[in-house]
């Protein structure tokens, strides 16, 4: 009797679970829809590899600097926001999105290193950029942006790095595919959306770039947009899972680089020395460049930019002009 009756309720609450994810995904696919409405690309959409990436451009000047957002930045346009007005006047900034990110389309493709940087060498040639560039890679975009400059020498003035990880880093750290999962399976069952209403949630998933507090409320609903649309998709995923590959290949490629390359760490608000591989790696770091340094940037974490906006344009304008 006591059998039959636990079985009961474990088809019961089996049931209620298969009705709950049902609703959740019915709820996410009408929030998707009705975001994608509004949701319109901020720059221009070219094609590339049989699809559409995205190139956000504005400013003047001769220097082209091109930015490559960190993995699981949803959106590097409103990400790379808070340094517009300090370049704008002095250089032309070029913002790409990813396959799966920002605007532009999910690919087939695989995301090894070598894909993702002939995509973005595609990319700038037909939207009609100018080389050479300076490069700003932050987190594991910095894997892309050295990359690019062992295929694409000519192309590349200088680097700058914003908290950008190792190539030495990245191959001894352990993917985080789980990460990715979680936000796919949280995205996907309307979990995510959900816990949006939540007070403080929003704030909470932007913890590490300073709860967004240099955005305009118009770049945070951006931001909601993205992360909702696209958090754990299968473009960011099987880019982490490539990420200690992608580090090998670095590793096996030139080195040093015969360019400046300038290292922004985050002090974390004093707690760089938590974490002493990360705090060791970045240390070593400007062994990448024949004139490489390193600037530990204070009241910051790994979103420098989203803390210390003039600080990173401080170093950008340095580079531009050649000093």
Request: proline fraction near 5%.
């Amino acid at each position: 009797m006591l059998k039959r009756r636990g079985v009961k309720i474990a088809l019961c609450l089996l049931a209620a679970l298969i009705v709950l994810a049902g609703l959740g995904a019915a709820y996410q696919w009408y929030g998707s829809t009705q975001d994608r409405k509004n949701y319109s690309p901020a720059g221009d959409l070219y094609q590339v590899k049989g699809g559409k990436m995205h190139l956000y451009t504005e400013g003047a000047g001769s220097t082209t600097v091109v930015f490559a957002a960190g993995w699981g930045t949803a959106n590097p346009y409103a990400d790379f926001s808070p340094l517009y007005e300090g370049l704008r006047q002095h250089a032309k900034i070029a913002v790409y999105d990813r396959f799966g990110y920002g605007y532009s389309d999910l690919t087939g493709r695989k995301r090894d290193i070598d894909s993702i940087t002939d995509e973005v060498h595609e990319l700038l040639q037909v939207s009609g950029q100018k080389p050479p560039y300076l490069f700003v890679g932050h987190s594991l975009g910095a894997l892309e942006t050295i990359r690019y400059a062992q295929r694409y020498p000519e192309e590349v003035k200088a680097i700058l790095l914003i908290d950008g990880g190792s190539p030495e880093y990245y191959e001894s750290s352990p993917e985080l595919k789980l990460v990715s999962g979680i936000y796919k399976g949280l995205r996907a069952t309307g979990i995510l959306r959900a816990l949006y209403h939540v007070n403080g949630f929003a704030e909470w998933v932007a913890s590490d770039s300073n709860g967004d507090k240099l955005l305009p409320e118009k770049l945070k609903e951006i931001n909601r947009k993205a992360v909702l649309l696209l958090a754990g998709n299968r473009n960011m995923t099987d880019e982490i899972r490539q990420s200690q590959e992608n580090a090998r290949v670095v590793l096996a490629g030139s080195k040093p680089l015969p360019i400046p390359v300038t290292v922004l760490t985050a002090d974390y608000f004093g707690k760089l020395d938590d974490d002493a591989s990360w705090m060791d790696s970045q240390a070593v770091l400007p062994e990448w460049s024949v004139k490489g340094k390193q600037i530990i940037v204070p009241d910051s974490s790994h979103y420098i930019h989203s803390y210390q906006p003039q600080r990173v344009v401080e170093e950008l304008l340095q580079l531009i002009a050649g000093e």
